[in-house]
């Protein structure tokens, strides 16, 4: 894959937008993920000087989630972007390294250590590197154009 057959690829997006699109999304989905944590593990106890104490451990539950993610899915999405560009090449390896670097930069900085920053780099980097071999993909564009209706009349039946 040439220079040119990579610029026409991305023409469409900019890497800007789409590490603001990771960020965006990991942040909803944190949030999403905080709140179903939050019912499950964070039984509200009532406290004395906080008004309305489930509510408030369950949106710091969100926040903390959702940062999280968000600052995954923007480091993935933006050193991926970086390294493809840097390489001229678009495949596995730069969603590898967009991984490791996410992993190890977020779960390293709160787990304060660097073997968690390792292994959780390293997890994150072989599964995308398994994903992205494997060809596994959440849209597959087969050339037809699908709508919510039908353009066929149906037939009257009396």
């Known amino acids: 894959m040439d220079q040119t057959d990579l610029h026409a690829m991305d023409d469409d997006e900019s890497p800007v937008l789409k590490t603001l699109k990771g960020a965006t999304m990991g942040l909803a989905a944190g949030s999403i ?13 009532v406290e ?9 451990r369950t949106l710091k539950m969100c926040g903390n989630y959702g940062l999280t993610f968000a600052a995954v899915g923007g480091l993935y999405i933006g050193v991926e972007q970086l390294v493809q560009k840097e390489r001229m090449k678009r495949d596995y390896i730069n969603g590898a390294i967009g991984a490791f670097v996410a992993g190890a930069t977020v779960y390293g900085y709160r787990g304060k250590s660097i ?6 780099g390293s997890l994150l ?6 994903l992205d071999i494997g060809g ?7 050339g037809k154009e699908y709508y919510p209706y039908t353009t066929e009349k149906r037939p009257n039946v009396n």
Request: glycine fraction near 4%; aromatic fraction near 10%.
């Open 33 to 45: 993920w905080g709140t179903i944590v939050a019912t499950w593990y964070d039984v509200p106890r």
């Open 136 to 142: 596994r993909t959440t849209r597959v564009d087969n």
């Open 125 to 130: 980097a072989c599964t995308s590197a398994f």
């Open 48 to 56: 004395r000087h906080v008004a309305l104490p489930g509510l408030m």
């Open 115 to 120: 073997q968690t920053a390792i292994t959780a």
